[in-house]
């Protein structure tokens, strides 16, 4: 695919299997999140310990997704891959993504678990055609449902991921448990009480 300048490095879309890339999509990781990102499986996971808190082993973390990732590949049947978009050499955008293996959904199914892009590529259709070239491949080794979660507050990824096709299933909610506790004898606004 060739952009419209001649001058422009021509998009690739991969799977990305480069151990000397890990540097590279570490820090567009790192550079290009910020607290809005974090939703429920950063808090799930080893990300964030607090809604809009990153945690500070963060990079480590993040390192250690990305090598994982990229040693992952189809013929052996991983469940985590790294999909690239790059302008010639360089990496401009990033797609982490984690297929069902579990298998005991009604559909096959995976997971957009980041999409991560340079912000001097955002607005520029990339970001789309790497959700594409995903979708593509997934459909491609029989996968029928691409799932994602977004943060409550990343309303731009949310209109950007409802521009291409992704559909609200679900509201996530959390409570924590261990603050102070909220008042035991909770206003009765919800209409529990008979």
Not at 21 to 26: I, K, M, N, Q, S
Not at 178 to 194: F, L, T
Request: aromatic share 6%; hydrophobic share 45%; net charge negative.
């Amino acid at each position: 695919m060739k952009n419209a300048q001649a001058s422009t490095p021509a998009i690739s879309f991969s799977w990305c299997h480069d151990a000397t890339a890990e540097d590279a999509l570490c820090k567009l990781y790192l550079d290009n999140v910020s607290a809005d990102y974090i939703s429920h499986s950063e808090l799930q996971g080893e990300r964030a310990d607090a809604p809009g808190n990153w945690r500070a082993d963060l990079p480590e973390v993040i390192r250690g997704e990305i090598r994982a990732a990229l040693s992952h590949d189809w013929e052996h049947g991983d469940s985590t891959l790294l999909a690239v978009a790059t302008a010639g050499e360089a990496i401009v955008g990033m797609a982490l993504v984690s297929i069902d293996t579990r298998q005991r959904a009604s559909k096959s199914f995976a997971a957009l678990d980041d999409l991560v892009l340079l912000p001097s590529v955002r607005g520029s259709g990339i970001g789309s055609l790497l959700v594409e070239w995903v979708a593509t491949e997934l459909r491609s080794h029989g996968i029928a449902r691409l799932f994602l979660e977004c943060g409550a507050h990343n309303l731009t990824a949310q209109q950007f991921f409802q521009g291409r096709g992704f559909k609200q299933v679900s509201v996530v909610m959390l409570r924590e448990l261990d603050a102070v506790a909220v008042s035991a004898a909770v206003d009765d606004k919800d209409g529990d009480r008979g």
